[in-house]
């Protein structure tokens, strides 16, 4: 399981990182939903897999009596995920509007105003 | 020292953002509200540094979770200067926004994200926890998209493309980094960390992590080879914009690269040898953009990249006094940056342009404001006994010091770009005559009505006020710097301000 997740992680960061670099708006916002959630699965990944424990204790014990997931990775993955949400809403927004005043999908032709020196 | 006191600052803001809410329509209340809520947010903060300064680091735990359990939030005296500027700027650049910013801008929310921002950049400054600390950057990140968009104006749109690409791209560096921190260490503290990452095996390990969010801090605060997005955005928005940005972001992404290789990461040779190269090449690339610019504020966010080589160099020599250096330079370039950026906003409410050669015959029109504007163009260019001398002197010391001579080389090199820069300012927007009266050009800021503008020029006589305090009064600022300097070289005294109750 943890292989399979770290190559998937391996996947994600690379063709997220790959979609960046192209010229195309829509490759941009692909690029970066794929970035996010590598990281999303990295850091579950770090905090290392148990599988079927809940982080939830029984108020009677007192002592640890079993292996329980790691809670703090989940808290991060919520609060990272509700952040590329509002992240990811802007930039589509952004980008729509982009293609709205400047009519192209093209990157690269947005550098009209740093040729002007 | 445990107080609430702690959040009051970020409260202030997030409090008159709260309540401008309920003005959305109405301009000359948001405007009233803002003003009210950035003086008390300046008194506030200055409470906070005199508490910090007299009784040393104060610490919060949040909901009484201790450390390293909770989220905690601790002033030390970098972090308490650090607020204290915040709300310097903060509140010279809400009295120049009353008048400065247009009506739709302000019926779209323009003060109310602007408290927003100033909320998120105190808090980033106060937090001691490095995943709250990832929160509070998207919190800035996400109100200076909105405020660098709000108008939808063709040449703001292509900025804001670059800036929000690199801004979300240094945050998913930035994210990784600490995914990664937490998966050796099991820890989020700053305070508790340092001993977690001493003792993990794998160094190799450590050393990417650090190098992550180097990067990742980097981009933030526009080092070579991440700065490009800087100059084709910052000249796009509004100057009071503008000058919040030149100020105080890039500012942050500095701190936190102090903070986390002050106290998380001891760096090491390869680590202080990564820095001095990057921040050579970042005074280098800097200067070097600058001259061939026209327009006052492009040549201003060249500046920022090549200044924020000094404060990285400053990093990389890595001793006491360096650090004095980067802490009385941090000081003045966060008042003279964004003072520099409203005296463009000023500029171009007179003239209507900012092309440095269409403009001209200023000292004629108007000389009282000319001084003024001299001052913050030659403490810029660190003329002595303006504010910029003093920790160039110190930075220069410590480069001979350290027998690095390259860097040495560098430093007077930007600085002479730099004054060489300044100089041609200075010669062409105030000396020389005005080319050819253009039609077009009306000056819209004599027929502007009084409050008007005493509320433009008030805020930049302020801060110039404040950059010649500090080229004076040098003696205080060396005090705070080498305080801060001394608490960076020894982290034991932030740690066990957060950790005390272990003991």
Known sequence: MELLLVLLVGILYSAGIYLILRRSMVKLLLGFMMLGNGANILIFLMGELTKGKAPIINGDNIHFTDAYADPVPQALILTAIVISFGLTAFAIILLKKVHETTGTDDLDSLNIQDLDI | MISNFILAPILAHMITAI??????????????????????????????????????????????????????????TLS??????????????????????????????????YHFLIMGLMGAFLTGDIFNLYVWFEVVIISSFVLLTLGGKKRQMEGAVKYVTMNMLASSIF???????????????????????????????????????FVGFGIKSAVFPMYYWLPSSYHTPPSAIGAVFGGLLTKMGVY???????????PDDFMLGVFIVIAILTMISGALGAINKRNIRRILSYFIVCHIGY?????????????VGVVFYLIHDVIVKSNFFMMSGLIQKIRVTQDIYRLGGFYKDYPKLSIV??????SLAGIPPLSGFWPKILLFQEAFKAENYVLLGTLIFA???????????WSEVFWKDLPKPNAEEIDHFAPFHMRGRLALVLPVVGLAV??????????????????????????????????????
């Open chain 2, 19 to 76: 309540v401008l809410l309920f003005f959305w329509k109405n301009v000359q209340a948001q405007k009233t509200v803002s003003v009210i809520g950035n003086i008390v947010g300046f008194l506030v903060s200055w409470r906070l540094f005199a508490l910090v300064w007299e009784n040393g680091n104060m610490t919060l735990q949040m909901g009484g979770w201790q450390a390293p359990f909770g989220i905690t939030f601790v002033s030390d």
């Open chain 2, 80 to 113: 308490a200067t650090m607020v204290m500027l915040t709300a310097i700027v903060s509140l010279a650049v809400g009295i120049y926004s009353t008048a400065a910013t247009n009506i739709s801008r302000i019926r779209y929310g323009h003060f109310f994200i």
């Open chain 2, 175 to 213: 994210l990784t980094a600490i995914g990664i921190l937490y998966g050796i260490t099991g820890s989020l503290n700053i305070a508790d960390l340092p001993q977690h990452v001493a003792a993990v095996e794998n160094r190799g390990l450590v050393t990417v992590t650090a190098l992550l969010f």
């Open chain 2, 256 to 266: 936190s690269m102090i903070r986390v290789f002050t106290v998380v990461f001891e």
């Open chain 2, 311 to 323: 404060l990285i160099a400053g990093i990389g020599m890595y001793t006491e006094l360096a650090f």
């Open chain 2, 373 to 378: 504007f001299g001052i913050i163009l030659f």
């Open chain 2, 415 to 425: 600085s002479f770009i730099t004054l060489f820069i300044v100089a041609r300012i």
């Open chain 2, 466 to 503: 404040v950059s010649l305090l500090i080229g004076l009064n040098a003696s205080f600022v060396f005090e705070v710097a080498e305080r801060v300097a001394h608490e960076l070289m020894n982290p034991s005294i932030y740690i066990d301000s957060v950790m005390h109750h272990l003991k």
